[in-house]
């Protein structure tokens, strides 16, 4: 699998977006970009995937660029509660394969 | 959602005992699960892929014969880590990948958090 490049942390202002970016480029036209974050000492929680095109849900938005090698996370309106590490992390799609975690981000949300 | 139970969340034990802990899915059946130990302010490192109904796949620098793998059913694995010293003291952390749906996304437990004395 493709490795990922992440700032080691970020800040950001509550009730602002957060923006997280993540350098893929190496990815592989098969392998999807998924993201994860993980609040201290918990397991890691699924956000969003995405192969080429962006996409949105009720946590997150995945800009994901034209040639794939990189893409931001977007939290629309981040919370203290959203202080984690987030991960960006690369690999193709199945349901067996392995899930490779890099340093990622730990983004802290300021009151 | 899915649902990845992990018991027990946090264990503390004597050097040289062993200790087991329990990985379930609760809502869909897992035929591959994944146990990850993840050291203080460090990343995840994954150490096994647990595949129902065979031996388990270990990464590289992982002793098998240290850290038993079970994965007995289709909803339950189990990792032992047999006579633990305090070096394995780690949040030890399981996955369960749910197959099917638009794009496969693995679901992880609360983690365990393995004090050894």
């Known amino acids: 699998d493709a490795k990922t490049t992440q700032p080691p942390s970020m800040d950001c202002a509550e009730g602002r977006a957060a923006n997280l970016p993540c350098n893929h480029s190496t990815i592989s036209g098969n392998e999807y970009v998924y993201w994860y974050r993980q609040i201290h000492s918990q397991g890691p929680q699924y956000i969003i995937h995405?192969?080429?095109n962006n996409e949105t849900n009720e946590m997150a938005s995945l800009i994901i660029t034209e040639d794939r090698k990189s893409s931001t996370l977007i939290l629309p309106h981040a919370t203290l509660r959203d202080t984690a590490v987030y991960y960006c992390?690369?690999?193709?799609?199945?349901?067996?394969?392995?899930?490779?975690f890099g340093t990622g981000t730990l983004l802290a949300v300021q009151p | 959602g899915a649902v990845v139970s992990q018991h027990p969340s946090r264990v503390i034990c004597k050097s040289g005992t062993s200790v087991k802990i329990e990985c379930r899915s609760l809502?869909?059946?897992?035929?591959?699960m994944f146990w990850y130990r993840q050291f203080p302010k460090q990343s995840l490192m994954l150490m096994a892929t647990?595949?129902?109904?065979?031996?388990?796949?270990?990464e590289q620098g992982v002793e098998k014969d240290k850290f038993l793998i079970n994965h007995a059913s289709l909803t339950l694995s189990t990792l032992t880590v047999t006579s633990a010293h305090p070096e394995d003291s780690s949040f030890y952390i399981c996955?369960?990948?749910?197959?099917?749906?638009?794009?496969?996304?693995?679901?992880f437990g609360s983690g365990t958090q393995l004090s050894v004395l």
């Open positions: 996955s369960a990948s749910r197959p099917g749906g638009g794009g496969e996304k693995l679901f």
């Open positions: 992390i690369v690999r193709t799609d199945g349901a067996t394969n392995k899930l490779i």
């Open positions: 647990s595949n129902e109904g065979s031996k388990a796949t270990y």
């Open positions: 809502d869909f059946q897992a035929t591959t």
């Open positions: 995405g192969l080429k």
